[in-house]
Each structure stands twice: as C-alpha cells, then as structure tokens.
C-alpha cells in the first residue's frame, strides 16, 4: 500500500531570501565541528577534505564497505517496512551529501536544459530541489558518461545500508543519531525551507543529511510487498511498477518519516520542493 504522505509532503511550497556568498568560519552542531560559511553552506574546507575522493564532478565520495544487514523494521511506521530481512550488498561509493545546486546546475549547462527552481531560498551548496525521478537518472546516465564510470541512484537496500552507518551501523534510529535534531532538518527545526548540505552531524560513515532535509529518489520501483520476496544478495527492486521509492524524509516530515527504515513512493514525474537524491559509484 502506497503511504499516502507521500502526497501530503508535495502539496507545500515556501519562499525566504536567498543567502548571499560570505567567507567561512566553524560551526558546530551536536558535538562536532564542520566547516561551513555564515549560511551554513559547506566551505571550500569541506570539499577538500581528506575524508572522501572528490572528482571533477564536485561529488566527495564515501566508500561503503559491502557486508550483510538487517533490511526493514517489524515495527516500523508502516506495514511495508516489514519483514526484517537479512540482505547482502558488495561494495560502492556514495555521494556524501545530497547533489547539490551547483552540482546539477554543471549537468544543465553541458546539457543545454533548464534549471530547477531553486523555490528563492538560493543555489550553491543548497541541495537541488524541483527534480523529478527522470530528471535525476537523467543526471546520472550524463555523469557516467563524462567520468567513464557507473554513476546512478542508490538501490533501496543500498540507502538504507548507507544510511544505517554500513558495517560501522550503531543501531541509530535515524542517520547518524537516535537525537534527530543532531543529524536532520526536519519539521521541527527546519523554519520550513531545505538547508545547505552538510549542516548537521554526519552518520557513522561519514554521510550527511540521510535522514532530513530533503527525500531522496531511489532506483528501485515500488512494492509495498517487495519485503517478502526480495533477493538476499544485491537486490534492485521490482522490475516494473507505478511509483519509485523515496527514502529518508525531509524538512517539511515529523520525526517518524525520518527514521532509516521509513519508505515512501511517489510517480516518476512528481517535482517537490522536498525531494531530491544523491548518487552511488559502482565499485571497478
């Protein structure tokens, strides 16, 4: 059964000044310092990071070391988080953060397409909002091509693995913390409106905003009943379907649509001010 907030996230839009460039300084939010500027954009600081290969396409990668986990929640929020089942991935790389404005904006220029709005909240190091599914496989087929790799949007079994802290997963509830003001812009904290990537606490891999900020488009298509039959190694999803999955919440969600295990779904050709996705690079 299709989670019907799925439709009720889409429905909002809002409006605040754009944030203007100002030179960089220490946040720190939680217990741990990350290097932003005034707006709380990420500063050249953290792009240049020792934590994470960045390429030409602006991406800091994140290696996830393959392994086996426990996928789903038998008491999650919906009925579709179940059952708990072991699954086994092989190793990939994600991006960081959420791809961000200046991220896609490189992609539309080669491209010769339009720009997302960006809703007048700003562009930068804001996370890229307004992008449909096909919009962001469309990305994807395009970052490929210009690196010579395999770039597309994470499996399901891969966000969430990412997104549990992978084999350095502490059990949290949410990305990084069982304190989700600690890791997430949520409905709570948010002041209704995305933030800059990389505002929060990172998860135990090194990866910001999985739960918050924005929902994030997966590969996968959508079976509320997938659970019970999916493939123990690598699974992709269903092979056909009439929505693809979205994972991990975002500003305008109450703290239970940000736990990691939380699923929603929406038409590949849904745009939302709340959604958005990072990418994964297949291991060679």
Known sequence: MKNSFSFFICLFVFHSPTNSEAASHVTVHGTA????????????????????????????????????????????????????????LKSFSISATELTFDQYDRFCL??????????????????????????????????????????HLPTEAEWEFAARGGRKSRGFTFSGANQLDDVGWYSENSGHKSHAVAGKLPNELGIYDMTGNLWEWCADWYSDEYYIIEPLQNPQGPVSGQYHVLRGGSWISSAAYNHVTTRSSLRSDYISASNGFRVVKSMK
Not at 55 to 70: A, F, M, P, R
């Open 33 to 88: 310092p990350v290097l932003v500027d005034q707006n709380g954009a990420p500063s050249d600081s953290f792009w240049s990071g020792d934590s994470g290969e960045t390429t030409d396409l602006g991406i800091k990668w994140v290696l996830v070391e393959g392994g086996k986990y426990k996928m789903g929640n038998d008491n999650g929020l919906s009925p579709d988080e179940s059952p708990e089942h072991e699954v086994t």
């Open 110 to 151: 080669a491209a010769n397409r339009s720009k997302p709005n960006d809703n007048g909240w700003g562009r930068g190091a804001m996370p890229v909002i307004n992008v449909d599914w096909n919009d962001a496989y469309e990305y994807c087929q395009w970052a490929s091509k210009v690196t010579g790799t395999t770039i």
